[in-house]
């Protein structure tokens, strides 16, 4: 009887309600009428009124400003790093887009990520679940001799609903046959200087460099950034350590891991089993990094830092993909005992980092620093500290991380 009271209810109402009236009925009958997006209420002299919610689609990218845009210099190529993420509690449909203020530009998507939706939008799941995102490479080449802004858009509407393209804005196509390479970009790395500072990275006065294109030993200084994709779902930030022509030696920008102690033994003898157990289980996946094999003992890396305990410890690793820092690597980077003097890369990202130089604190940890390879005596080992200084702490201490020392090739395949 109520559908029959609608439908002859309708035939009395203007056009704008009877469309009102007809969609009631298609949520009813398609089951989405009580779906949070739609609200629907009666008026006072009786009118239907239909107020659609609205569905959200975000780009989620550190190459880019708040407002979605990124500045290409004349004769210059980038590579940014977009990721389109379904922030809906249901399955919507997303589009990507962009706009330029010059159109002498090439721009496109590249084999190794996602691919970027066409004109018609494609379906992401709800939020949370997998498929919600996807992780777009998009290089762009500014063939002007000016600089050049291209920004980013995207809208969301429901997945089994056409979802408008806007008219001036065009659409991200594939560049056929070329791969992304796993150096998304590197960074000229700065402390000093206001007008180009990039310690983390992430600072919009950051200088992008291509040093890593050259196999000449140390063209790449050490602190340069590089953001690097260690497999095909993971991007991390690394710094610098050595480069020695072909190959780059990288520590990780933050802890790899946190809150774990040198040796559970109680003695150094063993060496540093409980952190580098856990650091080679959290690096495992890291299919884009050279594979390590080392044999260490920490009697042959003592320096003035590092009064070598009596019962000195011998390590071997095969195929792993990451190690802890060496004291020696550490003072080859300007460490000492002495607080403030290592760079800011070395202890930021550390509680109270800023008190000593730092520019990003991590308060929801008391992680003071990162473990190094070398036993201090027969029950401290080395670390790199909040204070930007190595000093020894007892190896049982769960105040200490360590930090992924990587390698990788300069050339990427």
């Known amino acids: 009887m109520k559908l029959k009271y609608l439908l002859k209810k309708a035939i009395n109402l203007k056009n704008g309600y009877l469309i009102g009236i007809i969609l009631v009925l298609l949520l009813v009958i398609g089951g989405y009428f009580s779906y949070a997006l739609f609200t629907v209420s009666f008026e006072a002299k009786g009118a239907l009124n239909i107020v ?8 989620e990218s550190t190459d880019l400003d708040k407002n979605k845009s990124i500045t290409v ?3 210059d190529s980038v590579t940014v790093t977009l990721k389109l993420v379904n922030t809906n509690g249901r399955k919507a449909k997303i589009n990507l887009y962009y706009e330029s203020t010059s159109d002498n530009i090439e721009i496109g998507y590249l084999e190794g990520g996602d691919k970027a939706p066409d004109k018609l939008g494609y379906v992401l799941e709800k939020s949370g679940a ?3 995102e996807k992780t777009i490479y998009v290089k762009i080449t500014n063939k002007d001799n000016k600089d050049n802004i291209i920004t980013f858009g995207t809208s969301a509407g429901l997945d089994n609903v056409e979802l408008a393209f806007p008219s001036d804005k065009k659409v991200i196509t594939a560049l056929t046959g070329v791969k992304v390479s796993n150096i998304l970009i590197a960074y000229k790395y700065d402390q000093i200087n206001e007008n180009t500072k990039c310690i983390t990275g992430e600072e919009p006065t950051c200088q992008e460099t291509k040093c890593y294109q050259s196999e000449t030993v140390d063209n790449c ?4 950034i590089i953001k690097y994709k260690v497999n095909d779902t993971e991007i991390k930030y690394f710094n610098v350590i050595n480069d020695s022509g072909e190959k780059l030696l990288l520590q990780q920008r933050e802890n790899t891991i946190d809150n774990s102690q040198w040796s559970t ?49 011998t390590m071997t690793k095969s195929n792993v993909k990451a190690r802890l820092l060496r004291i020696d690597e550490a003072v080859k980077i300007n460490c ?11 202890n930021n990202y550390l509680i109270s980092s800023t008190t000593y130089g730092g520019t990003v604190d991590i308060k929801d940890k008391n992680v003071e620093g ?27 201490s769960p105040n200490f991380g360590a930090r992924a020392v990587v390698e990788i090739n300069k050339k990427q395949d």
Do not use: H, R
Request: aromatic share 10%; glycine share 6%; hydrophobic share 30%.
């Open 73 to 75: 210099s004349p004769n």
């Open 370 to 396: 990162y473990w190094l390879m070398e036993a201090g005596n027969d029950a401290t080992a080395w670390a790199i500290y909040n204070t930007g200084n190595i000093k020894s702490s007892a190896i049982n």
């Open 52 to 59: 659609t919610g609205n569905l959200y689609a975000l780009i």
């Open 221 to 224: 200084q050490i602190g340069t």
């Open 336 to 346: 000492s005992d002495t607080e403030k003097t290592c760079p800011i890369f070395m």
């Open 265 to 313: 033994t109680g003695s150094t003898s063993a060496g540093p089993d409980n952190i580098i157990s856990k650091l080679e289980e959290a690096t495992k996946d890291w299919t884009n990094v050279n594979d390590l094999n080392y044999t260490i003992s920490d009697k042959t890396l003592c320096t003035k830092y590092n009064i070598c305990p009596s019962s000195i410890y």
């Open 130 to 132: 997998d498929g919600s």
